[in-house]
């Protein structure tokens, strides 16, 4: 499958149920947007994220606005896992 672990920690500050018809086809987009913060040197404050997880991702019981969080990426980039921190 290949899956890279990524360490790195961030804060939930907004999570939205998405459902919808893509444009460009008749498929039908579900999932979860995970919006979140973490700390970035390249950044004055903090850097705001979103993140698109498909709804076949189990989202990690408590998962609420305000918990840390982690993502694991499949070798393409995009979100596979989540898991509290």
């Given at each position: ?8 920690e ?42 698109f ?14 918990a ?18």
């Amino acid at each position: 499958m290949g899956v890279l672990i990524i360490m790195d920690e961030f804060k939930v500050v907004g999570i939205a149920k998405v459902d919808f018809k893509s444009k460009d086809s008749d498929d039908k987009i579900e999932g979860t947007n995970l919006y979140v913060t973490s700390s970035d040197l390249k950044v004055d404050g903090l850097k705001a994220e979103k993140f698109f997880l498909k709804k076949d991702i189990l989202l990690p019981d408590g998962l609420k606005v305000g918990a840390k969080i982690s993502l694991v990426y499949n070798r393409y980039g995009k979100v596979a896992g989540v898991s509290l921190v």
